[in-house]
C-alpha cells in the first residue's frame, strides 16, 4: 500500500469517521468556546489544542501523535480496504508456539541421528540424540510427520512444512518479538496490526486483531500485539480465554451503570465535541484511536458475547476440538474468522525442553495435535479453508544433539540456524515441503526462509507486496519487513 498522506496540522480533514456523528445540535455557546480558545492559543503560541479532551487519553498515547489515523473511502480506520492486489487469503490465523519446539521430533525427520545416537557430532562436540519419537507418511504426498502429530497429518494434503526457517538470534524474548513484529532492536508493530492496517477488517462489532491467550501474559508482553507507532486502533485485543464466561474474558465489556441507549447518547456527544475540535483547532491521531477503540468497545457488548460463547457450538463440535484449553481457543479463532475478525493470534506457549523431552514434547504436542486437526477439518467443511491462511510454528528451533543439562532424560538446547514452520489454507499449496536443513538437522542449508521471507510471504497471500505497504514515521517510511524479505513463491496455490 502507498503510504497514506498525512495532513499538516492548519489543514483540517472534514471527513467524519465511521460512527462519527455531524456538529449540528450543539450550542453555539460551545462553538465559541472552542473558537475563542483557539484564538487564545494562537495569540500565547502554545501547542496545547489536543489537552480539552485529554481526559479520555492514557497519559503515554500523548506521546505518538504524529499521523493522522489512515481512513477508508467513506468510512473509519477499520473498514475493508483493497489490498494491492487480490489476495488469496483474507484472514490468518496465527498458532504460535513459543518456546522453540524441536523440529527434528515433529516435521523433520532424520535418519542420520539414529546412525550417529550417543556419538559426537559437530564442532563443538555435541552427543547426537536420535528422536524418541516415529515418521510416518501421510496422504497422496507422502508428506513426513512425526506420531506426535498424527492427527493434523491426516491433512497432509492440505499443508506445506517449510524446513529451511532460521532466525537471527536464539533467545526467547528476542526471537519471540522478532517472529511477531520483525523487529529486534526497536518496538515495531505486530504482524496482526499491520495487515488490519492494510486490509481492515469485516466485522465493524469486533476488533480486527485478536490475541486469545491463556491466563498468564504472553512473553515480551503486549509487544507480540501492539501497533506501537501505528495508529493504537490497530493493536491486537487481548482475550484470556482460560476465564469461565465472556465478562471475565473481556473486562469491562458491559456497563453496569450506564445503559446502552445512554452510552449511545455519551458517545455521540463525545464525537461532536471532537469534530468541533478537529474543524477548529487539528485532528489529532491519539484521541480518534481512542475514540475509535471506544466505539468498538460499544458495539462489542452484543456481538462479543456471542462470539466468544462456545456452548453455541454443538456437543459434536466442541468434542472435535477436544473440550481442553488449547481446543477452546482453536474454536472461538474458527468463530472469530468466520464472523469476519482479519487476524487471529493464537499464543500457545511451553515448548522449551532443555530436559525431559520425550515427556514434555508428548503432553505438550498432544494439546495442540486434536484441536488444530479439528480446526482443519471445520474450516474446510464450512467452505473457510481457502480465504483463511492457518501458521503453525515457534521462534527458532533446537538442537541435533543432547543438552547437557538433561541427564538420563535429555532435552535439546536453542538453534536459530533451523526450525520447521506449517501453513495451510489460504494462498499456500498443500502436500509439499520446503527448503532443506543438513543431515542431522542443525543448520537449514536449501532454500533458506528468514523469518523476513515468511512475513513477506504472508502478506503476498493477503494481496500485498510487502514493500509497498508502509507507514511513515519520525521521517522515514516503516514496513513489517524492514528492508528484507522475499516472498516465498514456491510455496504459492
Not at 563443538?124 to 516415529?134: C, H, R, Y
Not at 507418511?137 to 524446513?163: C, N
Not at 512475513?455 to 514515521?473: E, M, N, P, V, W
Request: proline share 4%.
Amino acid at each position: 500500500m502507498d503510504k497514506l498522506p498525512t495532513m499538516p496540522p492548519d489543514e483540517h480533514d472534514h471527513h467524519h469517521h465511521h460512527g462519527h456523528h455531524s456538529c449540528q445540535g450543539v450550542s453555539t455557546d460551545l462553538e465559541d468556546y472552542f473558537l475563542t480558545r483557539r484564538q487564545f492559543l494562537n495569540r500565547m503560541g502554545l501547542g496545547l489544542g489536543a489537552l480539552g479532551l485529554a481526559s479520555f487519553l492514557d497519559p503515554l498515547d500523548l506521546r505518538a501523535a504524529g499521523n493522522q489515523v489512515p481512513l477508508a473511502a467513506g468510512g473509519g480506520p477499520l473498514m475493508p480496504k483493497l489490498p494491492h492486489f487480490p489476495g488469496k487469503a483474507k484472514a490468518v490465523i496465527h498458532i504460535f508456539a513459543q518456546g522453540a519446539p524441536s523440529h527434528v521430533d515433529t516435521w523433520d525427520p532424520k535418519p542420520a541421528l539414529f546412525k550417529m545416537n550417543g556419538k559426537s557430532i559437530g564442532a563443538d562436540g555435541g552427543v547426537a540424540f536420535a528422536s524418541p519419537f516415529k515418521f510416518q507418511r501421510y496422504g497422496q504426498s507422502g508428506l513426513e510427520v512425526s506420531d506426535l502429530f498424527a492427527k493434523t497429518a491426516k491433512h497432509a494434503d492440505d499443508l506445506t512444512v517449510i524446513r529451511s526457517m532460521f532466525t537471527d538470534i536464539p533467545a526467547h524474548d528476542v526471537a519471540t518479538t522478532f517472529m511477531n513484529t520483525g523487529s529486534i532492536r526497536i518496538t515495531k508493530p505486530s504482524l496482526g496490526s499491520w495487515v488490519v492496517y492494510g486490509l481492515g477488517t469485516e466485522n465493524q462489532n469486533l476488533p480486527g486483531f485478536i490475541s486469545l491467550r491463556g491466563s498468564r501474559l504472553p512473553v515480551g508482553g503486549a509487544g507480540g500485539y501492539g501497533s506501537a507507532f501505528l495508529p493504537g486502533i490497530y493493536q491486537g485485543t487481548s482475550v484470556n480465554t482460560s476465564a469461565q464466561n465472556v465478562q471475565q474474558m473481556i473486562q469491562n465489556i458491559r456497563n453496569s451503570y450506564v445503559s446502552k441507549t445512554e452510552q449511545r447518547r455519551q458517545l455521540d456527544f463525545v464525537h461532536q465535541l471532537n469534530e468541533l475540535h478537529a474543524q477548529n483547532l487539528q485532528r489529532d491521531s491519539a484521541l480518534e484511536s481512542r475514540l475509535e477503540t471506544a466505539e468498538i468497545a460499544f458495539r462489542m457488548q452484543a456481538e462479543a458475547t456471542d462470539v466468544f460463547d462456545i456452548n453455541k457450538e454443538s456437543a459434536e463440535v466442541r468434542a472435535a476440538y477436544g473440550n481442553t484449553a488449547t481446543g477452546k481457543q482453536l474454536l472461538i479463532a474458527r468463530r472469530l474468522v468466520e464472523k469476519g475478525v482479519r487476524f487471529v493470534q493464537v499464543w500457545h506457549d511451553g515448548w522449551d525442553h532443555h530436559q525431559d523431552l520425550e515427556d514434555r514434547l508428548t503432553e505438550k504436542a498432544g494439546e495442540i495435535d486434536q484441536p488444530l486437526a479439528a480446526l482443519m477439518t471445520d474450516l474446510k467443511q464450512r467452505g473457510l479453508l481457502d480465504s483463511t491462511l492457518v501458521v503453525w510454528g515457534g521462534e527458532f528451533g533446537r538442537k541435533p544433539t543432547k543438552d547437557r543439562n538433561g541427564g538420563d532424560n535429555p532435552g535439546r538446547d536453542h538453534n536459530a540456524k533451523a526450525f520447521s514452520l506449517v501453513l495451510a489454507g489460504g494462498g499456500v499449496k498443500g502436500g509439499m515441503v520446503h527448503g532443506a536443513t543438513d543431515e542431522f538437522g542443525a543448520a537449514a542449508v536449501t532454500d533458506k526462509v528468514h523469518v523476513h521471507d515468511l512475513h513477506a510471504t504472508i502478506l503476498h497471500c493477503l494481496g500485498f507486496d510487502h514493500t509497498k505497504l508502509t507507514y511513515r514515521y519520525n521521517g522515514r517510511d516503516f514496513r513489517l519487513t524492514d528492508v528484507a524479505g522475499n516472498v516465498v513463491r514456491p510455496i504459492l496455490a
